[in-house]
């Protein structure tokens, strides 16, 4: 899009191993995957829907290791793993197909190939979950365009950034992507 600017870091590689905290919006910050009950997230099928694609990534994706997740009424905290130079489309062991959608050529997935691949699968059931269990429909976009992202550079950033994402659904009353934040509270 002409004049969009990028909150990537400069020049860094997004492929090359390492953990990665990322947070993507539902489009217009819309509650669509549960709510919050007594501080803890309620997901409806819309969010179990989220939660399965998210615990299926590893098993297509070689080189790619998922770690704390939480999804949110209307967002999702998560830390992706790049664990190595692996090519894309992980073989099956059974038949020596590839599983998951790959592409050409050996090249490792980014962060960025991880998340609008998430965005991708999730919009798909998304839809078909309109369409055939009458889930609320979305506008245009099921996810926001970007996403936040963040290098984590070291341990202690890594179990800060876990205790976040796990704590994430008790301070939701507060939180500024929600959007009744004032008259949502217990």
């Not at 704390?68 to 793993?81: L, Y």
């Not at 790959?102 to 979950?129: C, E, I, Q």
């Not at 309109?130 to 889930?135: E, I």
């Amino acid at each position: 899009m002409k004049n969009r600017r990028s909150i990537r870091l400069k020049e860094y590689d997004y492929s090359q191993s390492g953990a990665y905290f990322i947070t993507i919006c539902a489009q217009v910050r819309e509650c669509l995957f549960g709510e919050i009950v007594d501080w803890k997230i309620a997901l409806n099928d819309a969010g179990k829907m989220v939660q399965a694609v998210w615990d299926d990534i590893p098993s297509h994706y070689a080189g790619i290791d998922t770690d704390a997740f939480i999804i949110m009424p209307n967002h999702i905290h998560a830390i992706i793993v790049i664990v190595g130079a692996a090519p894309c489309g992980r073989p099956d062991s059974d038949n020596g197909q590839a599983r998951g959608p790959a592409p050409t050529g050996n090249t490792t997935l980014s962060l960025a190939d991880v998340v609008h691949r998430f965005k991708t699968m999730t919009t798909k059931r998304y839809a078909d979950g309109v369409k055939q269990n009458g889930w609320p429909a979305f506008a245009g976009r099921l996810w926001q365009r970007n996403y936040y992202e963040r290098v984590i550079r070291n341990e202690d950033e890594l179990n800060e950034i876990r205790q976040y994402i796990t704590d994430n659904p008790a301070k939701w009353y507060t939180d500024e992507e929600n959007p009744n934040e004032e008259t949502s509270r217990p």
